[in-house]
């Protein structure tokens, strides 16, 4: 395939040639739909404010569009993407040690248990566990808990003590976060490993997966973070079900086409992940931040930096473009999932103070603006609305349905992609639950899409806002077993979307300009975010969609009783997965 062909630099400048184009067309559209095509102040001011969404959706509608041409007309789109795959596949002989790390804080002992004991059971099957050795790296700062970690732990080593070695450690102060854990492993352990796999509590990865890791790393001296695509594990949230239905369908398209213009200047999420020890050690230590927190101190989201200080050293960070043996749990609630995105934005938000980081890469820079931008668009979106609605702005009918319909048609691009390559193949049609059931499975995603996404927005801009005096989320434990969601708890969480909504709701009722319709999904979004949150976090609806199939994933599609276990114990179906039931883009 002609892509294939092509070097690393000319995809680049081929890939901001498309992106500078299409963004300059869309602000051109946007100029000419608002009144005195964007000359008076306000109608300046909300095309500036469009321009600060544009980054993020141009950028991921290439993405997919890139990503579907890879997955329909490459032999092994992987391959175009990440090389290093062809090294990782073989059965290299496990020469090099390897530690696995799992940073824990306050969570479910019996859940980390669970999962630690799975992956250690079928790496010792393996026959290659004798090279491995997991150490638990706690900060947890209550009492009860860290009692029953320790326990845990020894539990474990008494289990399969035999055949790797199990190390326990808990941090009295845990400065850093969980940067700040694995730096002080890598300063008290690190120099006895080549190569380290990062867990998050929730991850579980198979032997094969971790195998390939270390295969690929054993191979290609050049690479300092192998990066593994993450997907959702069977929950019986509906929430965490409809969110991972679609990151499934928008990850695949989307990872590809980033990785295609990325290359070697990759992504690193944090875990689920294999890190090269001696220039991880040497050279990826995070800078303390000038100032006082939120924005000052230590960096929250460490792993991006990571990855740019990583590829500052001249070594390659990679994302296996596949779905192949690697998953977590995704936030089970709404206001779960709302907690963990405002951790991400205040970490993202630090980033500012990093752009300036000398010897940086100029894709790294580059990245590490589109972190910023990703949450940065969010309050700019809901600014322009508010400031549509508020100046009562009528806009061209004519070019104003343009724009919206290729907006939506952009921003749902990844998975629009990915769903047409899905009912293309007749076995990913049935991994998915055939035809019928992805469609219905689509409709509901992109229905709840639309409608938490201002729930979000809100959520994000108000967070935003609040930075500068101090407003800032801590680093605590996530909820993850799916759970019931009282009233209370709904409402504590998301009034001022409520709020928000009944004066919009208000306003549009007083008002009679033309762009009240563009914004209808958006108030229908918070005024109803309460019952949302209420209804999407229940269990025995999301046992229903599990028993029907909606959003059903490839995990649990093979053999068919996976649907009904899954939605009860999350865990089980892997006792009945066999191997060789990893979906790669060019599986038919």
């Not at 020890?277 to 927190?293: D, Q, R, S």
Request: aromatic fraction near 8%; hydrophobic fraction near 50%.
């Amino acid at each position: 395939m002609q892509l294939s062909m092509m070097s690393m630099r000319s995809r680049r400048r081929g890939f901001a040639a498309l992106v500078i184009a299409s963004s300059a067309a869309l602000f051109w559209l946007m100029a000419r739909t608002l009144p005195g095509s964007g000359s008076d102040p306000l109608s300046t001011v909300m095309l500036g404010l469009f321009a600060l969404t544009l980054p993020w959706t141009v950028i991921g509608f290439w993405n997919a569009v890139i990503g579907f041409a890879l997955m329909q007309f490459s032999r092994d789109p992987a391959l175009v993407t990440a090389p290093c795959l062809e090294t990782g596949g073989g059965d290299d002989a496990i020469v090099s040690s390897t530690a696995l790390l799992i940073c824990i804080r306050n969570e479910d002992t019996q859940l980390v248990r669970r999962n630690l004991e799975w992956m250690l059971d079928a790496l010792i099957a393996t026959g290659q566990a004798r090279r491995f050795q997991l150490y638990m790296l706690s900060d947890s700062n209550q009492p009860e808990i860290a009692a029953a970690e320790s326990q845990a732990a020894a539990a474990l080593s008494q289990r399969f003590g035999s055949a790797l070695e199990i190390t326990y450690r808990r941090r009295e102060r845990s400065e850093g976060f969980k940067a700040g854990n694995l730096r002080e492993f890598c300063e008290r352990w690190g120099h006895r490993h080549a190569f380290a796999i990062v867990l998050d509590a929730d991850s579980l990865m198979t032997p094969q997966a971790m195998l390939r890791l270390v295969r690929i790393m054993q191979r290609c001296p050049q690479i300092g973070i192998v990066q593994t695509l993450v997907t959702g594990l069977p929950s019986a949230s509906p929430f965490a079900r409809i969110f991972q239905f679609g990151m499934r369908l928008g990850m695949r398209s989307y990872t590809l086409g980033s990785a295609f213009w990325q290359g070697d200047c990759g992504p690193y999420w944090g875990h689920n992940a294999i890190l090269r020890m001696a220039p991880f050690i040497a050279h990826c230590e995070l800078p303390m931040l000038a100032g006082t927190p939120p924005l000052g101190g230590h960096i929250l989201s460490h792993d991006q930096v990571e990855a740019v200080l990583m590829r500052r050293a001249g070594f390659e960070v990679r994302v296996l473009p596949i779905e192949d043996g690697s998953w977590e749990e995704n936030p089970p609630t709404l206001p779960e999932f709302i907690r963990r995105d405002l951790r991400w934005c205040q970490g993202n938000m630090q980033y500012f103070r990093l752009l300036g980081l000398p010897g940086l890469l100029p894709i790294s820079r580059c990245q590490l603006l589109l972190a910023i931008a990703m949450y940065l668009g969010s309050l700019a979106w809901l600014g322009l609305l508010l400031l549509g609605l508020l100046g009562q702005v009528t806009v061209r009918g004519d070019t104003g349905l343009v724009l919206l319909a290729v907006i939506m048609t952009m921003s749902f691009a990844p998975k629009i992609a990915t769903l047409a390559d899905v009912l293309l193949r007749a076995r990913l049609r049935a991994a998915y639950g055939g035809g019928l059931r992805i469609a219905g499975s689509a409709l509901l995603e992109i229905t709840m899409t639309m409608l938490v996404a201002p729930i979000s927005a809100v959520a994000v801009s108000l967070f935003i806002l609040g930075l500068p005096f101090g407003r800032r989320v801590g680093w605590t434990s996530q909820q993850r077993e799916a759970h019931r969601l009282p009233l209370s708890d709904a409402l504590r969480c998301l009034w001022p979307q409520t709020l928000l909504g009944l004066a919009l709701a208000a306003g549009i009722y007083q008002s009679s300009t033309l762009s009240i319709g563009f914004a209808l999904p958006v108030i229908a979004g918070l005024l109803l975010s309460v019952p949302i949150a209420m209804l999407s976090a229940s269990p025995s609806l999301g046992r229903a969609m599990a028993r029907s199939g909606l959003c059903r994933t490839p995990d649990e599609a093979w053999p068919r009783k996976l649907a009904a276990q899954s939605a009860q114990a999350p865990i089980l179906f892997f006792d009945c997965l066999a191997p060789g039931h990893a979906i790669k883009p060019h599986d038919r």
